[in-house]
T-cell receptor, first 114, second 114 residues
Framework: AQSVTQPDIHITVSEGASLELRCNYS??????LFWYVQSPGQGLQLLLK??????LVQGIKGFEAEFKRSQSSFNLRKPSVHWSDAAEYFC????????????FGGGTRVLVKP | DGGITQSPKYLFRKEGQNVTLSCEQN?????MYWYRQDPGQGLRLIYY???????QKGDIAEGYSVSREKKESFPLTVTSAQKNPTAFYLC?????????????FGPGTRLTVL
């Protein structure tokens, strides 16, 4: 069975500082990997995705993530955080089998200090 | 504008009553999904449907039912058998053609059972 772990429940970062959110997954084959962002009381918006090819993936809002097969990780990074990046971030792994069910991590809430 | 609509945004019901949450999409997507979100637990899959008139149970289907009579619509009924129905419910859809199979999410419905 597939699973996703986001070890950090909360992260506080100063505006302008760099941000890295950790994601570790368990999946028997090459996974589809996603990062979504959620503002309070809203739906989820896709930041970026990895299917194959280049292991460094660029997304929207200046985010990037790197797929490391040897570490079963897909960490999300942003070089300089803006106050509007305060939100909850979810990593997800998708099955390549029929249904493409997503399994989500528990989420990391990011607080941005002025 | 294309997108996913969930209504209502907030829903209150008395314990023991069934309640139906609406999800409509005009993206012409074949697959649709229902997730439940509780604080600190990420999203958990309730039901999904890959095609009209067909659906499968997800990880936490007990106490829920769905129908898929039209491609655009995937309503979720929370029955009185669901022991702890108060939660944030998210609907998603996905095109099944092509390789870009990320899920697109609606704005969610917050259900409170009193």
């Amino acid at each position: 069975a597939q699973s996703v772990t986001q070890p950090d429940i909360h992260i506080t970062v100063s505006e302008g500082a760099s941000l890295e959110l950790r994601c570790n997954y368990s999946y028997g084959a090459t996974p589809y990997l996603f990062w979504y962002v959620q503002s309070p009381g809203q739906g989820l918006q896709l930041l970026l995705k990895y299917f194959s090819g280049d292991t460094l993936v660029q997304g929207i809002k200046g985010f990037e993530a790197e797929f490391k097969r040897s570490q079963s990780s897909f960490n999300l990074r942003k070089p300089s955080v803006h106050w509007s990046d305060a939100a909850e971030y979810f990593c997800a792994v998708g099955a390549r089998a029929a249904g493409n069910k997503l399994t989500f991590g528990g989420g990391t809430r990011v607080l941005v200090k002025p | 504008d294309g997108g996913i609509t969930q209504s209502p945004k907030y829903l209150f019901r008395k314990e023991g009553q069934n309640v139906t949450l609406s999800c409509e999409q005009n993206l012409n997507h074949d697959a649709m999904y229902w997730y439940r979100q509780d604080p600190g637990q990420g999203l958990r899959l309730i039901y999904y449907s890959q095609i009209v008139n067909d659906f499968q149970k997800g990880d936490i289907a007990e106490g829920y039912s769905v129908s898929r009579e039209k491609k655009e619509s995937f309503p979720l009924t929370v029955t009185s058998a669901q022991k702890n129905p108060t939660a944030f419910y998210l609907c998603a859809s996905r095109p099944t053609s092509g390789v870009h199979n990320e899920q697109f999410f609606g704005p969610g419905t917050r259900l409170t059972v009193l």
